[in-house]
């Protein structure tokens, strides 16, 4: 079955830097990878995804690229700020459709001021 | 906090007893799930139900059921033959895509500690 790995557990960056999170998947067959931001106390909720027809996707921010043939896929968010510290998980959709995402360990992001 | 509704949001367990964690949607989702969240381990998927009256085993079932009666509800039990039931439980819906790009709405969750 499907095995999503992430990477770093653990990211302290400064006010206005950039971070970077690497997932990589086991199943070739998944074509959908979403990334979800959980701040302290609250619920997941998607931030951002791919398909995996495309090797890019912006949005403001924060941007996802997608190597199939790796079969690796990274959030980059650039300017951090306080309010970006939370926990990211990075999640793929195993073959068959079912509907359920295999997510990654997560990261818990820190920006200090 | 529309849409997925899970109570409670916190329970306490003397241990060899069974609690059943509730999680209402009401946003005509086909397919719900219950994940396990603990610290470094990310979302573990415990059980899934795509279609009223039938639901399947995620990837650490063993020690938890559930039933799915109502397309709005899908309840969680955790019984006392799960050795470490002590985490955060978190229930979602999707409305299914056929291109597999299904987005997972989240409860607030449910934290369970066994005393």
């Known amino acids: 079955g499907e095995n999503v790995e992430q990477h770093p557990s653990t990211l302290s960056v400064q006010e206005g830097d950039s971070a970077v999170i690497k997932c990589t998947y086991s199943?070739?067959?998944?074509?959908?990878f979403p990334w979800y931001k959980q701040e302290l106390g609250k619920r997941p909720q998607l931030i951002i995804d791919?398909?995996?027809?495309?090797g890019e996707k912006k949005d403001q921010r924060i941007a996802v690229t997608l190597n199939k043939t790796a079969k690796h896929f990274s959030l980059h968010i650039t300017e951090t700020q306080p309010e970006d510290s939370a926990v990211y998980f990075c999640?793929?959709?195993?073959?068959?459709?079912?509907?359920?995402?295999?997510f990654g360990q997560g990261t818990t992001l820190q920006v200090k001021p | 906090d529309g849409g997925i509704t899970q109570s409670p949001k916190y329970l306490f367990r003397k241990e060899g007893q069974n609690v059943t964690l509730s999680c209402e949607q009401n946003l005509n989702h086909d397919a719900m799930y219950w994940y396990r969240q603990d610290p470094g381990q990310g979302l573990r998927l415990i059980y899934y139900?795509?279609?009223?009256?039938?639901?399947q085993k995620g990837d650490i079932a063993e020690g938890y059921s559930v039933s799915r009666e109502k397309k709005e509800s899908f309840p969680l039990t955790v019984t006392s033959a799960q050795k470490n039931p002590t985490a955060f439980y978190l229930c979602?819906?999707?409305?299914?895509?056929?291109?597999?790009?299904?987005?997972?709405?989240f409860g607030a969750g449910s934290r369970l500690t066994v005393l």
């Open positions: 999640a793929a959709n195993p073959s068959g459709n079912t509907g359920k995402l295999i």
């Open positions: 139900s795509q279609i009223v009256n039938d639901f």
């Open positions: 199943d070739s067959a998944s074509n959908y």
């Open positions: 791919i398909r995996s027809n495309v």
């Open positions: 979602a819906s999707t409305a299914f895509r056929s291109s597999g790009a299904n987005v997972l709405t």
